[in-house]
């Protein structure tokens, strides 16, 4: 029986030499390729004095593939390039915004992005509110060479404004 084993030695050591690599992870090119979109989207309709993104339509033809989701903080799933696009020329008006990437990483043609953001939103022409929150995204290469993102998901580290509650003493 202990001679067996010879006969299977072969065949672990084939078996063995057939497994897959580790990944590599992504390239430093590909995480500068993604920086370099995220930067000029950012940069997108910018004045000093106003961090106010300008031209919607622009930033979201840069930023997001045709087919891309955006997953908003209490908005149901907004799907497809037109529909983001709407989305966000009817996002209130932001007047400060400062994201700050913690990560890039991911494989081949696949990357995501994980980060934090601060941001000061125009309510009303008398309310401005402050936020402050995380972002996941999802981006892929594209046939083109380009980075887009096909996920985006971000929510606020705040808690949730209680709703009004109903006066019982009167009647």
Known sequence: MKANWIYALPVVLVLAGCQ????????EADRAAI??????ALRLGKVPANAQVKDWN??????????????????PAIKGLPA???FMN?????????PKIETIDG??????????????IQATPQLAMNDKGKYLE??????????KAIYDSFSSDLPMTPPPQPDLTKK
């Open 90 to 98: 009817t996002f209130p008006p932001i007047t400060a915004f400062a």
């Open 35 to 40: 920086r370099a979109t995220l930067d000029a």
């Open 138 to 147: 999802v981006w892929k290469r594209q046939a083109d060479g380009s980075w």
């Open 84 to 86: 983001i696009t709407k």
């Open 58 to 75: 622009a930033y979201c033809a840069l930023y997001y593939a045709e087919n891309a989701t955006l997953l908003a903080a209490n908005e």
């Open 107 to 120: 494989e081949g043609g696949t990357a995501y992005v994980k980060g934090t953001y601060e941001m000061t």
């Open 20 to 27: 897959s690599k580790p990944a590599a992870g992504l390239a």
